[in-house]
């Protein structure tokens, strides 16, 4: 029902910078939520940004640093990723909580896209 394409990941030098997309297609109604995760080799999947419908929140390693930002006529967030670091390097993923058509509230996943820091 809902299809998320990611974009914009790649290869960086320390210091560089990414802007991330994801932009989803199919029966969505309302948009309840947004984020962005990442996981890292041998660790846990991460919460890295989200928008509420209250609120713009950051995890600590990445205030000031990520901006993370919608647009809802185009069904697309993104993540403007400045000042990157090696501890960046991850899968990100998008995830999105959604109504559809059908009245149905759910998560959907995006495929994920690589963020390599590296000189």
């Known amino acids: 029902q809902v299809q998320l394409v990611e974009s914009g990941g790649g290869l960086v030098q320390p210091g560089g910078s990414l802007q991330l997309s994801c932009a989803a297609s199919g029966s969505i109604v309302r948009t309840v939520a947004t984020g962005w995760y990442r996981q890292a080799p041998g660790k846990q999947r991460e919460l890295v940004a989200s928008?509420?419908?209250?609120?713009?929140n950051y995890a600590d390693s990445v205030k000031g640093r990520f901006t993370n930002s919608r647009d809802n006529a185009k069904n697309t967030v993104y993540l403007q990723m400045n000042s990157l670091n090696p501890e960046d390097t991850a899968v990100y993923y998008c995830?999105?909580?959604?109504?559809?058509?059908?009245?149905?509230?759910?998560?959907?996943w995006g495929q994920g896209t690589q963020v390599t820091v590296s000189s």
């Open positions: 928008i509420t419908t209250t609120s713009t």
């Open positions: 995830k999105v909580d959604v109504y559809t058509r059908t009245l149905r509230r759910g998560d959907y």
